[in-house]
């Protein structure tokens, strides 16, 4: 068992007096595809929020590649190596496919302003190894042939996919995808399974990933960890938790036996 | 796009994909580098050289109000790097460009002329004693314009959108009334007099393609794709490991220092500068023109810039009096405002993001549109 990449401890947020995450335990260990489910308003998003920086947890620890990340920007978070996608896709629309991709290397970029006006050569060696690569993005999510088209001109599950390529080239650890296959047909999601275990396997990203189309979870993940109202209520293998008397409960409501639907 | 579905008609129609003046794919620009810097330094040439026919030929009117053209293309082209490449709606450059023009003009002013004109209160020491040339004062001052920007960035980034304007808005009328009341550094609403008339068009010229030459390369390198993020979704941005506070002041102080400078040369073509020239009419001015051009286009603010500068000059002859069909109609001053304020609401009807909208021009898109180069379809 490796060391976890990402750990959470007591992790609490309230919003006036609602707790969107109550108390959240988590530990992934490296290279993990895990998944993170739960019905509608259970502070799913609300963990990838806190992860990332965007909002800052009321109490509670959070380590990452065994550093607190609690109050530290979001760009710096993602520059230690954590990437996300947003639910409600939020690519730069006017910008093309392939500048969108070459705007996640910029935190990576050494060069200076000054260096990257005068064009100095150190500046022109990285623009055309970030071009390369984005390049390679590209190729790897099956976006080379919209490159110069504007995102926000793009179908709904190719935008998906653009967030995950976006996302790759930040260079990330841990990457967090929070509904990847919403709105993609049936075809589409296969090709999005295929992808999240090339990450994994080829690039050696961990992956956590929020998804309500419960058989691509149950397929994909190897780890899952189940939230209703802010709590974790179960956790374990997916066919564990399926069978988790808690989380059919959370599902369906109390007196209902029918298991989560798979 | 569903963000602006009024995009049919004008230039932005045809340019876009599928348009008329659209041709199609563009070479990637890594390939035609060299191609286009040969060509940006031949038109330089050959602007060098209109400019230095027009100072031998044309008359002393024409010259100035093509200096005037270049200094506010510069403010524009500056100004457009915040409020359309980064998407920061701001409205202080008018404070900017009185404290270039103020820094620039105390640093040259004779100190004999400085004792005249301080009749109501001397000038500080030592700012009384001394005064040195032109150039080294420019750059003094547009450092000094970028560190008050650079201050000022702290508490103004902390807010956004429309309480970003308000807050701009506020530091820009500040500036003015500190100009009005410092008299012993500023000569109060009496203003300064007497500077040296230096300006002429190669400073003016040689500045904007200086601002232009910093601006579009900024633009055009990972830095410009971070602020364009910025503008398009800053969260996102952020969550992509772009610091977007410090990119923002990037912006914020890289165009301060231009509107700082293009101010300088502003007090020293028209000579005499007070307080009542930096109001917030010319940070309005500024506006029009950015948005008039195409909002987060370079192109755009310099068309822009020069449209409404030649276009204001134009339009006096409306004010003249005239016989129309048989009728002997008499001037009516402040006739071409209307006129003026008429085109402006025609092009923002028509052309709603501007003339340009978010297009820039590049050798590729020319060479292309003329079927020549890699870019055509040989």
Same mark, same amino acid.
């Given at each position: 068992?490796?060391?976890?990449?990402?750990?959470?401890?007591?992790?609490?947020?309230?919003?006036?007096?609602?707790?969107?995450?109550?108390?959240?335990?988590?530990?992934?260990?490296?290279?993990?595809?895990?998944?993170?489910?739960?019905?509608?308003?259970?502070?799913?998003?609300?963990?990838?929020?806190?992860?990332?920086?965007?909002?800052?947890?009321?109490?509670?620890?959070?380590?990452?590649?065994?550093?607190?990340?609690?109050?530290?920007?979001?760009?710096?978070?993602?520059?230690? =190596? !954590?990437? #996300?996608?947003?639910?409600? +896709?939020?690519?730069?629309?006017? /910008?093309?496919? *392939?500048?969108?991709?070459?705007? %996640?290397?910029?935190?990576?970029?050494?060069?200076?302003?000054?260096?990257?006006?005068?064009?100095?050569?150190?500046?022109?060696?990285?623009?055309? =190894? !970030?071009? #390369?690569?984005?390049?390679? +993005?590209?190729?790897?999510?099956? /976006?080379?042939? *919209?490159?110069?088209?504007?995102? %926000?001109?793009?179908?709904?599950?190719?935008?998906?996919?653009?967030?995950?390529?976006?996302?790759?080239?930040?260079?990330?650890?841990?990457?967090?995808?929070?509904?990847?296959?919403?709105?993609?047909?049936?075809?589409?999601?296969?090709?999005?399974?295929?992808?999240?275990?090339?990450?994994?396997?080829?690039?050696?990203?961990?992956?956590?990933?929020?998804?309500?189309?419960?058989?691509?979870?149950?397929?994909?993940?190897?780890?899952?960890?189940?939230?209703?109202?802010?709590?974790?209520?179960?956790?374990?293998?997916?066919?564990?938790?399926?069978?988790?008397?808690?989380?059919?409960?959370?599902?369906?409501?109390?007196?209902?036996?029918?298991?989560?639907?798979? | 796009?569903?963000?602006?579905?009024?995009?049919?008609?004008?230039?932005?129609?045809?340019?876009?994909?599928?348009?008329?003046?659209?041709?199609?794919?563009?070479?990637?620009?890594?390939?035609?580098?060299?191609?286009?810097?040969?060509?940006?330094?031949?038109?330089?040439?050959?602007?060098?050289?209109?400019?230095?026919?027009?100072?031998?030929?044309?008359?002393?009117?024409?010259?100035?109000?093509?200096?005037?053209?270049?200094?506010?293309?510069?403010?524009?082209?500056?100004?457009?790097?915040?409020?359309?490449?980064?998407?920061?709606?701001?409205?202080?450059?008018?404070?900017?460009?009185?404290?270039?023009?103020?820094?620039?003009?105390?640093?040259?002013?004779?100190?004999?002329?400085?004792?005249?004109?301080?009749?109501?209160?001397?000038?500080?020491?030592?700012?009384?004693?001394?005064?040195?040339?032109?150039?080294?004062?420019?750059?003094?001052?547009?450092?000094?314009?970028?560190?008050?920007?650079?201050?000022?960035?702290?508490?103004?980034?902390?807010?956004?959108?429309?309480?970003?304007?308000?807050?701009?808005?506020?530091?820009?009328?500040?500036?003015?009334?500190?100009?009005?009341?410092?008299?012993?550094?500023?000569?109060?609403?009496?203003?300064?007099?007497?500077?040296?008339?230096?300006?002429?068009?190669?400073?003016?010229?040689?500045?904007?393609?200086?601002?232009?030459?910093?601006?579009?390369?900024?633009?055009?390198?990972?830095?410009?794709?971070?602020?364009?993020?910025?503008?398009?979704?800053?969260?996102?941005?952020?969550?992509?490991?772009?610091?977007?506070?410090?990119?923002?002041?990037?912006?914020?102080?890289?165009?301060?220092?231009?509107?700082?400078?293009?101010?300088?040369?502003?007090?020293?073509?028209?000579?005499?500068?007070?307080?009542?020239?930096?109001?917030?009419?010319?940070?309005?001015?500024?506006?029009?023109?950015?948005?008039?051009?195409?909002?987060?286009?370079?192109?755009?603010?310099?068309?822009?810039?020069?449209?409404?500068?030649?276009?204001?000059?134009?339009?006096?002859?409306?004010?003249?009096?005239?016989?129309?069909?048989?009728?002997?109609?008499?001037?009516?001053?402040?006739?071409?405002?209307?006129?003026?304020?008429?085109?402006?609401?025609?092009?923002?009807?028509?052309?709603?993001?501007?003339?340009?909208?978010?297009?820039?021009?590049?050798?590729?898109?020319?060479?292309?549109?003329?079927?020549?180069?890699?870019?055509?379809?040989?």
């Amino acid at each position: 068992m490796s060391q976890p990449i990402l750990q959470a401890r007591g992790l609490t947020v309230r919003f006036g007096g609602l707790t969107a995450v109550d108390r959240v335990e988590l530990d992934l260990p490296e290279g993990q595809l895990a998944g993170l489910i739960g019905p509608n308003g259970a502070g799913k998003t609300t963990c990838f929020n806190l992860f990332t920086g965007r909002i800052k947890p009321n109490e509670g620890k959070l380590t990452f590649a065994g550093q607190p990340i609690v109050g530290l920007r979001p760009s710096r978070i993602n520059q230690l =190596g !954590m990437a #996300r996608t947003f639910q409600n +896709i939020r690519l730069f629309g006017e /910008l093309s496919v *392939l500048d969108n991709v070459l705007v %996640g290397f910029h935190g990576g970029l050494k060069s200076n302003f000054l260096s990257a006006i005068l064009r100095l050569p150190g500046y022109v060696a990285e623009e055309r =190894g !970030m071009q #390369r690569r984005a390049g390679e +993005i590209l190729e790897l999510t099956g /976006l080379t042939r *919209l490159r110069d088209e504007p995102a %926000g001109s793009l179908a709904y599950g190719q935008q998906r996919l653009l967030e995950i390529a976006r996302a790759l080239a930040t260079d990330p650890k841990l990457i967090l995808l929070d509904e990847p296959a919403a709105g993609m047909n049936p075809q589409e999601t296969t090709g999005l399974a295929a992808l999240v275990r090339r990450l994994r396997d080829e690039l050696g990203v961990t992956v956590l990933l929020i998804e309500h189309d419960m058989r691509f979870v149950m397929k994909l993940c190897e780890q899952i960890t189940v939230l209703d109202h802010g709590k974790v209520i179960a956790r374990g293998a997916p066919h564990q938790v399926q069978r988790d008397p808690a989380v059919i409960q959370a599902y369906l409501g109390a007196g209902e036996g029918e298991g989560v639907a798979s | 796009m569903p963000r602006n579905p009024h995009e049919k008609f004008g230039l932005t129609a045809l340019l876009k994909p599928g348009g008329l003046l659209s041709p199609g794919a563009l070479p990637p620009a890594h390939q035609t580098r060299r191609r286009d810097t040969m060509l940006t330094i031949g038109a330089c040439l050959l602007a060098a050289l209109g400019l230095w026919l027009l100072e031998g030929h044309a008359s002393g009117y024409v010259v100035h109000l093509t200096c005037v053209g270049a200094i506010f293309a510069t403010l524009a082209v500056s100004y457009n790097l915040i409020n359309g490449v980064t998407g920061q709606f701001s409205l202080e450059p008018n404070a900017f460009v009185a404290c270039g023009a103020y820094v620039t003009a105390l640093l040259t002013l004779s100190p004999a002329e400085k004792e005249a004109s301080f009749i109501l209160e001397p000038l500080i020491w030592p700012l009384s004693a001394f005064s040195i040339p032109l150039l080294p004062a420019l750059v003094i001052a547009g450092l000094l314009t970028a560190l008050m920007a650079f201050l000022m960035g702290f508490p103004v980034f902390r807010v956004r959108g429309d309480y970003l304007a308000i807050v701009t808005l506020g530091f820009g009328e500040v500036i003015r009334v500190v100009a009005n009341n410092a008299q012993s550094v500023t000569n109060g609403p009496l203003g300064l007099k007497g500077i040296p008339h230096i300006t002429n068009l190669w400073w003016s010229w040689g500045l904007l393609a200086v601002c232009l030459f910093f601006i579009v390369r900024l633009v055009h390198s990972s830095y410009g794709r971070a602020l364009m993020a910025i503008r398009e979704d800053e969260t996102a941005a952020e969550a992509m490991g772009i610091n977007a506070f410090w990119h923002k002041m990037l912006a914020f102080t890289l165009s301060a220092f231009f509107e700082g400078v293009a101010g300088g040369l502003l007090a020293h073509l028209i000579t005499t500068i007070s307080p009542s020239l930096f109001t917030f009419f010319l940070t309005f001015n500024l506006l029009i023109i950015i948005v008039v051009g195409g909002l987060g286009s370079t192109t755009g603010a310099v068309l822009g810039a020069f449209l409404f500068t030649y276009g204001g000059e134009w339009l006096r002859v409306v004010e003249e009096p005239m016989q129309l069909m048989g009728l002997d109609i008499p001037g009516i001053p402040g006739m071409r405002m209307v006129i003026f304020s008429l085109i402006l609401v025609g092009v923002m009807i028509f052309l709603r993001r501007g003339i340009l909208g978010r297009h820039d021009f590049s050798w590729r898109w020319l060479l292309a549109s003329l079927g020549l180069g890699r870019g055509s379809k040989a």
